[in-house]
């Protein structure tokens, strides 16, 4: 039985993420706006790209499968613990909606890792995809309203349906997980 290849093509673009993530808190925490927006667009669009070439190239493997989503987790959870001090300043990022991002995705990490290792699938599903796009569309209003501060209200609005839909798809792969797990 060979290994995988590890240095596949999507692999390398899941790991520049991880690189471009700590770029991303840099600069939010230089608050150098713009070139946060452009690192947060480039990152998310590597998000589709190694997955869109993994199937098309036929280069899946499992370490992609368990690396992107996590990476996809630190991108997230260290943006939102970035932007934390400025939404406080600013008032609209609360400590606990930053711990609820954070622990749901701690949770569903590990319940996933349990199943899996128990040979039981448990991928994304249409409710963890939209929580993800809610996410990242939060994230780049966030990023974009010091620029346009018009933005501030479709921020809000978003901030408060990406904590619904966390809230949703965490308590809906919880209630997957046990049904799975008996």
Known sequence: M??????????????????????????????????????FVLASFT????GYLARVLKAGTALGRMLDPLVDKVMV????????PIGLREGWLAP???ALVTAREFLITGLRAYLEAQGV???????GKLKMVTQCATLFAALLV???????????????????A???????????????AN
């Open 166 to 180: 966390t809230v949703a798809s965490g308590v809906q792969y919880v209630v997957r997980a046990f049904r799975r």
């Open 146 to 164: 010091p620029l346009w501060p018009a933005l501030a209200a479709t921020r809000d609005a978003l901030l408060w349906t990406m904590l619904a």
């Open 47 to 50: 998000d589709w790209l190694d």
């Open 77 to 84: 959870t260290g943006a939102f613990i970035f932007l934390l």
């Open 121 to 127: 699938s448990f991928g994304a599903d249409w409710l």
């Open 2 to 39: 060979s290994a995988e290849p590890l240095w596949t093509i999507p692999n390398l673009l899941t790991f520049s993420r991880l690189g471009m993530s700590g770029v991303l808190f840099a600069l939010i925490a230089w608050e150098a706006w713009l070139a946060a927006v452009v690192v």
């Open 96 to 98: 606990w909606m930053v």
